[in-house]
């Protein structure tokens, strides 16, 4: 979702969007915000991109759009992450899918060190170190 972009944020469509009929956006298209812009009518559509299918700028609602990159220090957001590697900056609304993430990574962490334990004391037929 549209965090509190501004102008400038590069963004990735999340499904296809038509306009007047017409197909305006495909998924995963990568879009770049030109304004920030409410419109009067429907406050939701704020953020004006251009449309390269219709070649004209159109408004859409951050539901539509994703960032690509952190709101803190600009750096390029993993994909499939919700923090950024460089700044530690969390999308707001995903800090327990991050923190799950983290925890994540600590218990494959202790478990490949488990299993290096193991094998260096000879698995489970012996032959490794010996008192």
Known sequence: MGYDLKAGDTCTVQRQLMFDGKLAF??????????????????????????????QPIRLRGIDIERNSCFKCGAALDPHGFKCPKCGWVIPGQEVQANRESWDKFFDKQQERNIRRYNNWGGIFGGGRRW
């Open 26 to 55: 495909n998924k995963g298209e990568q879009v770049r915000v030109e304004a920030v812009n409410p419109d009067p009518q429907r406050p939701g559509f704020k953020y004006v991109v251009f449309s390269r299918l219709l070649q």
